[in-house]
């Protein structure tokens, strides 16, 4: 599957269009109310455990994504956005939201 933030893929006819697709994750956990409480203390550095779990959160994202434009008969997803969201009393949950346009390539 070809996942793409491009309106189209170059070399590539878009035969149908079969609508949008979304996968959102919400990783409700006191590691995100942490993580913007201590932003201070990481001056400098890099913090493994919030990027692992940003990126694993991403990455079930994508695979919902993905499967919802399988579930349509896609091939593609184009014009994919990614947007995270602060939810949740106090900024306790962080959502990871990708969507785009399920299509069939030629």
Request: net charge positive.
């Given at each position: 599957m070809i996942i793409t933030t491009?309106?189209?893929v170059e070399g590539r006819h878009i035969t149908?269009?079969?609508g949008v697709v979304t996968g959102?994750?919400?990783v409700g956990a006191n590691i995100?109310?942490?993580l913007f409480a201590r932003v201070r203390d990481i001056v400098g550095g890099r913090s493994g455990a919030y990027e692992s779990a940003l990126r694993d959160a991403?990455?079930?994202a994508f695979a919902e994504l993905e499967a919802e434009?399988?579930?349509m008969g896609a091939n593609a997803v184009v014009g994919v956005d990614i947007d995270y969201e602060v939810l949740g009393q106090g900024?306790?949950?962080?959502?990871?939201?990708?969507?785009?346009t399920a299509v069939t390539l030629g």
């Open positions: 491009t309106p189209m149908a269009y079969h959102e994750v919400i995100f109310r942490d991403r990455r079930h434009a399988r579930d900024g306790s949950m962080l959502m990871v939201s990708v969507s785009g």
